[in-house]
């Protein structure tokens, strides 16, 4: 079979895309985009439900409702996205032909029939069993075998983009080592194929089990080698929306990393410790020791959480250095200030890296030591975390990045630039309150998961706080803002996708391997000397004091919540 | 060259620059801080879950949790006459959760200390004690054993605060705490 080698280069960005890539990554994203909208709907339906005034949904609906919203915004739109990010990441940066496309649409229509056979088994309303669906509580078998295929599909596209790798050394599209960008994207790629191992590990037994081939299946093994695969997935969501985080900041300011070497250290650490976490979710079970807990809740010494905040550092870091060499050198924050808040793309990244740190970031920890975990376990703080790491961290990366790609993979005008501009703010501000009342509910108790937090009929019932309704109605308002910024963003892209203005761009042409070979870089002086910019001999204060800021409320909330521990009942 | 570009020169050998290492050697200071916090904790605090731990089975479960209410059974509550066991201070007090209720009901001694037996006869549920907010998972098959010291007198509830099916909302108990006799 002949090897596709049409590829075009986009005039305004200079990337250069591969054919059968580009359709692939604009499927992948188009399904992904398919199953945040499926997903957005679902989570005002829970929202509403959420919200004690309002009380929308019956019981079963909201169980039902809330499982396949979970499946769907978790797994199924987020590993979408991340596929097309590989591919991009492979494909586009290295300027090389995607390896093996037929695999490629192979994978691509396994997690498609995947993903709606799993949806089908939830909505035929035997199945609510939430994401975890923890053993012994069992599910149709077609839920089981949906997440299977999905994750078979998701494991072929990891081997594509490795195979990329491969022939992009082998025809020599580029010089020394990957992009900083594409070594992210071989982060979260590598952790992928842990966490689908993992996945396969639990899931299989489990879907025998649901057709009577295997007859028990023990609660504490389901949950430690399920979390194995729930956390690690959202850590191929950490890598991925650091990675995009950098190809943000290169795309809207022309930053350098501050460091490539740093920054790959830190991506390796995700590498060696970030699959210990699943050991976040057995803080308060039986059967595990001390030692074990502590050992993996702390990614042996926090040694990834060391990584986050080293890339916390140096994303705003390289802009700020990027920032000051273009002259908006005054003072700490110039170059904050004079930042381009009105292009989505920026305000999206910059948005998801603070909430991402200031709340997803610092109340994982917090919730991830061992002895803390006790007065937050299953509450609606553990959601309020996630929303915040995993909505306004990944979504709203990923929401940026899509502002980027519209023209250049899409070839489309944005459409609704005005709207555009407010989109990430909407969708950022109210998901990090959402996020924040939520943690706040949850840290009077109000448990996660849960159809009706009033206990009404119940004579055993427990009455919650005021506070805690109050919180849940600021929290279900902020959802809705969020929801506001979830439409304004599927309005953006799907309008710009199907009706946008055609953008003529030259088309593909047959590029021989010859031709796609790169050109021997001009040799340059490896020190990058920074001279003229910041003070003190810091090229980014400004990036330093933030950090400093962050270091102090992590430092106060950290010691807040053993304070709080100390006053419940003794326990040993 | 930028961040989708590969990298020029040797870039392995590019030294730190100040900021990032400064910022390096602060972040693994707080990192170790945190970490060694919570062996500290172990040693100097005094909430920490029991690593304590069997394997059993609903019939032996719910034998010896039927032996403490034959034996300290005070009263019954509630149409479905859940009887409430007062057992005496360091003693073992079991705790069956089951799809969707928690029994028997408990009432403790105030600032003493109980061997605390939790497991489930089903399905996965959590032991949430509010307004304290304690919240701890059972399992089906371990019984998890942790001493206990309630400090303030009152009623406290115990809801379910992990997924258990179509009526997990409705499964909540009491434990009553009273002041020390």
Same mark, same amino acid.
């Given at each position: 079979m002949a090897v596709n080698r049409m590829f075009r280069t986009c005039? @305004?960005?200079g990337l250069v895309y591969h054919e059968p890539a580009e359709k692939l990554i604009r499927w992948n994203a188009v399904a992904a985009v398919v199953s945040l909208l499926v997903g957005g709907i679902l989570a005002l339906l829970v929202t509403l439900t959420r919200w004690p005034a309002v009380h929308l949904l019956p019981p079963d609906w909201f169980y039902l409702v809330l499982t396949a919203h979970g499946l769907d915004m978790l797994v199924f739109w987020i590993i979408f996205f991340e596929i097309a990010v590989l591919y991009f990441c492979s494909s586009v940066l290295l300027r090389c032909r995607l390896a093996m496309p037929g695999m490629a649409w192979l994978g691509f229509w396994l997690m498609i029939v995947g993903a709606l056979v799993n949806n089908v088994a939830v909505f035929r309303g035997d @199945? @609510?069993?939430?994401?975890? @669906?923890?053993?012994?509580?069992g599910a149709h078998p077609a839920f089981y075998l949906g997440l299977i295929l999905f994750a078979v599909g998701a494991l072929i596209a990891c081997f594509v983009f490795f195979g990329t790798l491969v022939v992009a050394k082998a025809e020599r599209t580029y010089n020394g080592s990957v992009p900083l960008v594409t070594f992210g994207a071989v982060t979260a790629a590598i952790i992928a194929v842990f966490t689908i191992a993992s996945g396969a590990i639990i899931l299989i037994p489990t879907f025998l089990w649901s057709i009577g081939l295997v007859d028990y299946i023990d609660s504490l093994m389901y949950r430690t080698v399920w979390w194995a695969f729930g956390h690690s997935s959202q850590q191929i969501n950490v890598a991925a929306h650091v990675s995009v985080w950098y190809a943000i900041a290169a795309v809207v300011f022309g930053a350098k990393p501050m460091s490539e070497k740093v920054s790959r250290t830190a991506f390796f650490l995700y590498i060696c410790?970030?699959?210990?976490?699943?050991a976040h979710h057995l803080?308060?079970?039986?059967?595990?020791t001390s030692n074990w807990k502590i050992f993996n809740t702390s990614y042996a010494m926090y040694l990834a959480v060391l990584a986050s905040m080293v890339h916390g550092l140096t994303v705003p870091g390289a802009i700020e250095v990027a920032q000051r060499e273009k002259g908006?050198?005054?003072?700490?924050?110039e170059w904050l200030r004079k930042?381009? %808040?009105?292009n989505p793309s920026f305000s999206a990244m910059f948005m998801s890296l603070i909430g991402f740190g200031f709340l997803g970031g610092i109340s994982g920890v917090m919730m991830g030591t061992e002895q803390l975990n006790l007065i937050i376990h299953n509450t609606i703080y553990v959601p309020g975390h996630f929303h915040a790491t995993v909505v306004v961290g990944t979504t709203l990366a990923f929401m940026g990045l899509t502002y980027f790609l519209?023209?250049?993979?899409?070839r489309r005008e944005m459409m609704f630039p005005g709207m555009a501009k407010w989109q990430p703010y909407v969708f950022g501000l109210g998901m990090m309150s959402f996020s924040l009342f939520m943690m706040g509910a949850g840290t009077l108790?109000?448990?996660?998961?849960? %159809?009706?937090?009033?206990?009404?009929?119940?004579?055993l019932g427990y009455e919650f706080p005021g506070t805690a309704y109050l919180m849940m109605g600021i929290m279900a308002i902020s959802g809705l803002a969020a929801v506001v910024g979830g439409i304004m963003y599927l309005l953006i892209t799907v309008g710009s996708v199907f009706l946008g203005k055609k953008i003529q761009t030259p088309d593909f042409a047959r590029v021989a391997a010859r031709d796609g070979v790169a050109p021997k870089p001009v040799p340059q002086?490896?020190?990058?000397s920074h001279a003229g910019i910041g003070t003190a001999g810091f090229v980014a204060p400004g990036t330093f004091v933030l950090a400093l800021v962050f270091l102090t409320a992590f430092v106060l909330y950290y010691f807040v919540n053993w304070k709080y521990l100390s006053t419940v009942w003794p326990l040993s | 060259m930028n961040a989708l570009t590969p990298p020029t020169?040797? #870039? #392995?050998?590019?030294p730190l620059d100040r900021v990032e290492g400064t910022w390096i050697v602060i972040a693994f200071a707080w990192c170790l801080i945190m970490f060694f916090m919570m062996p500290y904790w172990h040693v100097y605090g005094k909430q920490n879950l029991s690593n304590e731990a069997y394997r059993t089975t609903p019939e032996m479960f719910q034998a010896k949790t039927q032996a403490m209410v034959d034996k300290y059974k005070v009263r019954e509550e509630t149409d479905q006459k859940i009887p409430v066991v007062a057992p005496p201070a360091g003693s073992d007090v079991y705790l069956i959760a089951r799809l969707w209720s928690w029994w028997p009901m408990v009432e403790l001694e105030e600032g003493k200390t109980y061997r605390l037996h939790l497991a489930s006869m089903d399905w996965l549920h959590g032991f949430s004690l509010q307004p304290e907010n304690i919240n701890i998972q059972v399992h089906p098959g371990y019984e998890h054993v942790m001493t206990v010291t309630p400090t303030r007198a009152g009623t406290y509830s115990i809801i379910c605060n992990?997924?258990?099916?179509?009526?997990?909302?409705?499964m909540a108990s009491r434990m009553y705490v009273v002041k020390a006799k």
């Open positions: 005039p @305004s960005t @199945s @609510s069993v939430m994401f975890t @669906s923890y053993a012994p509580m410790f970030l699959q210990l976490a699943s803080l308060a079970d039986p059967g595990l908006f050198n005054r003072g700490l924050f930042a381009p %808040w009105s519209i023209p250049t993979l899409f108790g109000v448990p996660r998961r849960h %159809w009706d937090m009033t206990f009404a009929g119940n004579a002086p490896v020190a990058v | 020169g040797v #870039w #392995w050998k590019q992990e997924y258990c099916g179509i009526n997990h909302h409705t």
